[in-house]
């Protein structure tokens, strides 16, 4: 969900729309081209990898909330040296999730996982309808095969019966890998992170930047959260123009870029 230091502006069509978010992985050869898009990021990058491990990362963001999220790509360079691995977990023990723009670190962690697949392609497909009678239903479609359809309120998970009552802002990363296992796992996490940024529907941002035009449109108890808002940056970290897309009745719009551009 998201928090402001201001009475937040609502978003006039929420109750209509459908949060979606699409993430495609490439193996070829030594790497791996990975793409992310949803109604607030598009960002890709390219995972090099040699005998095992990360040898280079290129992360570029098309579109993206804040002024000082772009910084954020030189970050992931840190992890050049590590294991390739398919555990969530261990890939974010490397270094501390808070110092990483959580949606990029989170798409080379899935690009980890990937460089040891034999498959060349694989895509994630995340659809959160706006709330409804307070609650949603939440399907996340791995090569277009649906894995997981959940209801939840956007904060915690109300069914099916295997996942009710599990908090979205708390626990879920420790709490996802005692009860699913290899694929099944990675869709939750990807899944997860599709609740979690799916409530930016409900508030009409370019609205909200025009009357808050220099103001940062989340609280300073959340400082240290993730590399825009770390104390260095946060005063800075003013949401961007333009960076809303609507992609409700439009998924196939998602992703173009890694079809028309190459790195």
Same mark, same amino acid.
């Given at each position: 969900?998201?928090?402001?230091?201001?009475?937040? =502006?609502?978003?006039?069509?929420?109750?209509?729309?459908? !949060?979606?978010?699409? =993430?495609?992985?490439?193996?070829?050869?030594?790497?791996?081209? @990975?793409?992310?898009?949803?109604?607030?990021? #598009? /960002?890709?990058?390219?995972?090099?990898?040699?005998?095992?491990? =990360?040898?280079?990362?290129?992360?570029? &963001?098309?579109?993206?909330?804040?002024?000082? /999220?772009?910084?954020?790509?030189?970050?992931?360079?840190?992890?050049?040296?590590?294991?390739?691995?398919?555990? &969530?977990?261990?890939?974010?023990?490397?270094?501390?999730?808070?110092?990483?723009?959580?949606?990029?670190?989170?798409?080379?962690?899935?690009? @980890?996982?990937?460089? $040891?697949?034999?498959?060349?392609?694989?895509?994630?497909?995340?659809?959160?309808? %706006?709330?409804? %009678?307070?609650?949603?239903?939440?399907?996340?479609?791995?090569?277009?095969? $649906?894995?997981?359809? &959940?209801?939840?309120?956007?904060?915690?998970?109300?069914?099916?019966?295997?996942?009710?009552? +599990? *908090?979205? !802002?708390?626990?879920?990363?420790? &709490?996802?890998?005692?009860?699913? *296992?290899?694929?099944?796992?990675?869709?939750?996490? +990807?899944?997860?992170?599709?609740?979690?940024? #799916?409530? *930016?529907?409900?508030?009409?941002?370019?609205?909200?930047?025009?009357?808050?035009? #220099? =103001?940062?449109?989340?609280?300073?108890?959340?400082?240290?959260? /993730?590399?825009?808002?770390?104390?260095?940056? !946060?005063?800075?970290?003013?949401?961007? @123009?333009?960076?809303?897309? %609507?992609?409700?009745?439009?998924?196939?719009?998602? $992703?173009? !870029?890694?079809?028309?551009?190459?790195?």
């Amino acid at each position: 969900m998201a928090f402001y230091p201001f009475p937040p =502006i609502p978003n006039p069509s929420y109750g209509t729309g459908i !949060f979606r978010r699409r =993430i495609r992985l490439e193996n070829h050869g030594q790497s791996v081209l @990975a793409g992310l898009e949803d109604t607030m990021h #598009a /960002c890709k990058l390219v995972l090099h990898h040699q005998d095992g491990c =990360i040898a280079a990362v290129d992360a570029e &963001w098309v579109r993206y909330p804040t002024m000082t /999220c772009p910084g954020a790509t030189t970050q992931l360079s840190a992890l050049a040296g590590q294991p390739l691995t398919a555990s &969530w977990t261990t890939f974010r023990e490397y270094q501390d999730p808070r110092l990483h723009c959580t949606h990029l670190l989170n798409l080379l962690g899935l690009a @980890a996982a990937h460089a $040891l697949r034999e498959r060349g392609q694989r895509q994630f497909d995340v659809a959160v309808p %706006d709330l409804k %009678d307070g609650l949603t239903r939440a399907q996340v479609l791995v090569d277009g095969e $649906l894995v997981h359809d &959940w209801s939840s309120d956007l904060q915690t998970l109300v069914g099916p019966a295997q996942v009710a009552g +599990v *908090s979205l !802002f708390k626990g879920f990363t420790q &709490w996802a890998p005692q009860h699913f *296992s290899g694929d099944v796992l990675e869709a939750a996490y +990807v899944l997860h992170m599709g609740l979690f940024v #799916a409530g *930016s529907r409900m508030f009409d941002g370019a609205a909200m930047l025009q009357k808050y035009p #220099a =103001i940062p449109h989340v609280a300073r108890d959340l400082i240290g959260s /993730c590399y825009a808002r770390q104390e260095e940056r !946060f005063d800075s970290s003013i949401p961007m @123009a333009n960076s809303i897309r %609507d992609f409700t009745d439009s998924p196939d719009e998602m $992703l173009q !870029f890694m079809e028309t551009e190459g790195m």
